[in-house]
């Protein structure tokens, strides 16, 4: 069955990786959500998509750069101003906090593949394992390095290889770096992808689909799951 994932939450209705955003994907019917970390200056693991708070809040400057306590007085109402004053940067211990008392699953993004964020792997597994997730979270990344890493401090936790164009075989690649899953750019994920990495144990989640004639593809291609702006819509044409 394939599984819905509520990218940034419900980045198409609501502020992206807020917590009004989460909230409203899971309410949906997701059976889970996307959201992207960085470590703030003073080491705080923070759910925010960009390099810097410029595009979503009305602050400026590197999430590297600014404290947690500044980051989260931000407004983080992007594009949404009827969620001003109600949509900020959460922590990612905020959302695991949140997510521990329900059954859905998180996928992490980690946001390394730019700024090379000391300790983000283990400061993120261990707050996995603090509110006792390891089962329902999938780790992805641009940084396959990183993948790596997080393979060497728990092997119990899901890795997936974010992947922006085509390889040749990705499901073998994917096992090179001990990730169970592969997350193609949705136009990367044919019908032979599909097939053959998830007849050899790898998992298919495609990003980001919005439109509807992907997703019938997706569902029809008994693809395990993809990333969406639009879950409501999803669910939708799921049910049909």
Partial sequence: MTKIFGHRGA???????????????????????????????????VVIHDESVDRTTNGKGFVKDLTFSQLKNLDASYLFPEYSGKAFIPSLEEVLAWSSSSDFLLNIELKNDR??????????????????????????????????????ISSELETAALLSERLFEPWNYAKTLSARAIHPVHYAADPHV???????????????????????????????????????????????
């Fill in 11 to 45: 980045a198409g209705t609501c502020p992206e990786n807020t917590m009004p955003s989460f909230k409203a994907a899971i309410e949906s019917g997701a059976d889970g959500i996307e959201l992207d970390v960085h470590l703030s200056k003073d080491g705080v693991p």
């Fill in 115 to 152: 700024i090379p964020y000391q300790d983000l792997e283990e400061k993120v597994i261990q707050q996995i394992f603090t509110y006792k997730l390891q089962n329902r979270v999938i780790l992805s990344s641009f940084n396959h390095e990183s993948l790596m890493l997080c393979h060497r």
């Fill in 194 to 240: 599909i097939f053959h990495s998830q007849a050899n144990g790898i998992q298919v989640r495609p990003f980001t689909v919005n439109d509807e004639q992907t997703m019938q593809f997706l569902f029809k291609a008994e693809c395990a799951g993809f990333f969406t702006d639009y879950p409501e819509k999803a669910l939708s044409l799921k049910k049909k």
